[in-house]
């Protein structure tokens, strides 16, 4: 998940970013900030439901830095949806 920016979609496609978000938006249907951020959400659901890492440990996999994890720590409940989650997924909770 790391590099996964639009400056480096730019580089790589040689249009201006306007050019390139005009075209990403017309063909997908959405901005590349939201398609990024669509695939990031994506690998972190992947990484909580099929397997034990922590919030912490999920965060920088998914391409979030630490912001996953300031967001756990202000919630008391996000613990125990990652725990609902996990258990509808298959996975146990190991602390």
């Keep these: ?9 730019v580089a790589a496609s040689r249009l201006s970013r306007w050019q390139l978000e005009d075209r990403f938006r017309r063909a997908v249907g959405r901005s590349i900030q939201d398609d990024i951020l669509h695939v990031r959400l994506g ?3 992947r990484l909580i439901t099929t397997t034990d890492l922590s919030v912490k440990q999920i965060a920088p996999r998914s ?9 756990r720590s202000g919630k008391r409940e996000t613990r125990t949806r990652l725990r609902r989650r996990r258990s509808n ?4 909770w190991c602390r």
């Design 1 to 9: 998940m790391k590099g996964l920016e639009i400056s480096t979609l």
């Design 43 to 45: 690998e972190a659901r």
């Design 63 to 71: 391409g979030f830095g630490v912001f996953l994890d300031g967001v």
């Design 89 to 92: 997924a298959g996975v146990v």
